[in-house]
């Protein structure tokens, strides 16, 4: 079912410009959300280059499953306690995943990613009890930057594929309604959702203008904070979901 190049995709998500400073973003919504549910038993799927363990610390049990060799070596370098890691597809694990009672399960910046978006998620599943909270979030389709680009002529259609998700070997667009309803379709119950992060411009712009210090880290927290007048236009979304009854 996977035929991305997983070691390629590494290297090419650490020379993005401007990803560093999402990654900074989508971590403080993360960790917010782990905040509000205080999980003690946590699988995350897909670490990339800086795992939620180095800042989400209230755990009894933490799980990474990482199929890039690259972002695996990176986190063995630290030493957290009870902490698992297994380089491979979850795919090619359940089985073994399903001897942990997971009351938190985090799939960051992946779903967009995979091939068959539908198997994961059913494999996924077999992985929660009734009580445990899924967190997803995915790049937004309807994000404030391409609604500018698009009414400007710039890009000429929303839910296309953008030139960095094809670098990024991406395959799936979504907006909140979209993500929503995939999720529902596999028999999830939404909780809450949203979006974060209002991004004016492209990655490429974003990062050119931070190196004319044309924006700051001011600036950058007020963009985080203006998603509150723009709900569902930030750069990505998010949904926290569960089985349904």
Sequence with gaps: M????????????????????????????????????????????GCGVDSIVNYYKNYQ?????EPSSYFVKKIRQSDFKNLTI???????????????????????????EIISPDDLIEKVKQLLNKDTILHINVPNSQSFHLLWAYESGLIPKLGNLTD???????????NLDELSEFLSKHDLEILDKGSYFIKPFNHLK????????????????????????????GAEIFVNCKLSK
Aim: a negative charge; glycine letters at 0%.
């Design 86 to 112: 297994i380089n491979d597809f979850v795919e090619n694990k359940i089985d073994e995943l399903k001897k942990f009672d997971f009351d938190f399960v985090l799939i960051s910046a992946l779903l967009h």
């Design 206 to 233: 974003m990062a050119k203008l931070m190196k004319l210090n044309f924006i700051d880290d001011k600036l950058l927290d007020g963009l985080y904070k203006m998603v509150e007048y723009m709900p569902n236009n």
């Design 61 to 65: 049990n933490f799980v990474i499953v």
């Design 2 to 45: 996977i035929t991305r190049d997983i070691e390629k995709y590494s290297h090419d998500y650490l020379d993005e410009p401007f990803e560093e400073i999402m990654v900074k973003y989508r971590r403080k919504k993360v960790l917010e959300i782990l905040d509000r549910y205080k999980p003690e038993n946590v699988l995350e799927i």
């Design 164 to 174: 960095l998700a094809k670098k990024l070997q991406q395959n799936t667009t979504f």
